[in-house]
C-alpha cells in the first residue's frame, strides 16, 4: 500500500513511538506485508523465527523488536510491540472513513451499469461500464470492479481480512488497508464473501465465475477464467492460476499455489501446492487415479481383517 503524502522513517517513529536505527530521513514510499513488500517499503517482525527472513527482504525499513545492527541498504525502528505499531501506521495512513449515503458520492460508476435497490457503495470504488449490480450487495471502500461484471444478491466485496495475533487470552486484529480488484467479465453468485488484502490486493481475474456462497479470503489472487463451485472456501494469500475448475465445498489452505488447470472435485479438501493441468478429489487431496486406488485398496481391508482372525 502506497502513503497518499511522503513521509520520513523519523516522523513515523514520532508516530508509533519507536528507535531509528539508520537514517531518520529516508523517505517511506509505502507499507506492506512481506509476501508484498518492496523496495521503499516499511515492513515488521516480531518473531525471531522471521528475523532472518524479513532483514534480507525488498523491505527498506523494518519495524522490529529486537535491537540489531540494520543491515546494508535498511534502516530499522525498534518497538516492543511491532504488530501494533503496524496498525497504528495503518490507521493513520488509511483510517475508517464513515459513509451517510447507500452510494458515497467519491464512488465512480461507468455508463450503462446498473445498480438494483439496496447495494451499498463505498468510499472510492470504481466501477467499469455495463456492470449488473444486484439487490443489497455491498461494496467496501476502495473496491475497484472492471467492465460487464455481474454480482448477484448478498455478496460482500472487501471485508477486513480473518486475520487475528493471539495475545495470552485473546486476540489483536491486524487492520486491513488493501483492496478487492475484480477484473472485467467476472460474474460473482449469490451471498459471496470477498476479503480485501492487508496492504495488497485481493483479486479476481478476467472471466472467472464464481458459484454461490463462496469465501476468497485476503490477498489471495485468482487467475483468468477460473469456475469456482459454491460453497468453496479458499484462504489467504493463495494464489490460482487460469483456468483452474474448483468444484462444489472445496476447502483450500492458505499460502499455496494451485496450477494452471488443475481440475478440483468436490468436497474436497487442498492442504498443500498442487502441480496445473491435472485432476485431484479427496480429503487431502491427491491426483483423482491415486484417489480410486486408494479407496479400492480400503475395500480390501475388511477381507484382509477376516482372513487374518481365521
Known sequence: MDFQNSITLGEIAKLIDGKVIGDSNAIVIGLNEIHVVRNGDITFVDHPKYYKKVLESDASFVIIN??????????????????????????????????????????QVGDGTVIQPGVFIGNNVKIGGNCIIHANVSIYDGCEIGDNVIIHSNSVLGGDAYYFQKR???????????????????????????????TGNTIIGRGTKLDNQCQVGHDTVIGKHCLIGAFAAIAGVTTIEDEVVIWARVAINKDIVIGKKAVILATSAVDKSIEGGKVYMGSPVMEVRQYWRYLASLKKIPDLIRKLNV
Open 66 to 107: 529486537k535491537e540489531v545492527d540494520a543491515p546494508d541498504g535498511k534502516s530499522l525502528i525498534i518497538h516492543d510491540a511491532p504488530m501494533d505499531a503496524f496498525n497504528k501506521l495503518i490507521n493513520h495512513s488509511n483510517p475508517f472513513l464513515s459513509s451517510e449515503k447507500m452510494i458515497s458520492d467519491s464512488a
Open 168 to 198: 495470552n487470552e485473546d486476540y489483536v486484529k491486524f487492520l486491513s488497508a488493501g483492496k478487492v480488484v475484480i477484473e472485467s467479465d467476472v460474474e460473482i453468485g449469490a451471498s459471496c464473501s470477498i476479503d480485501k488484502g492487508v
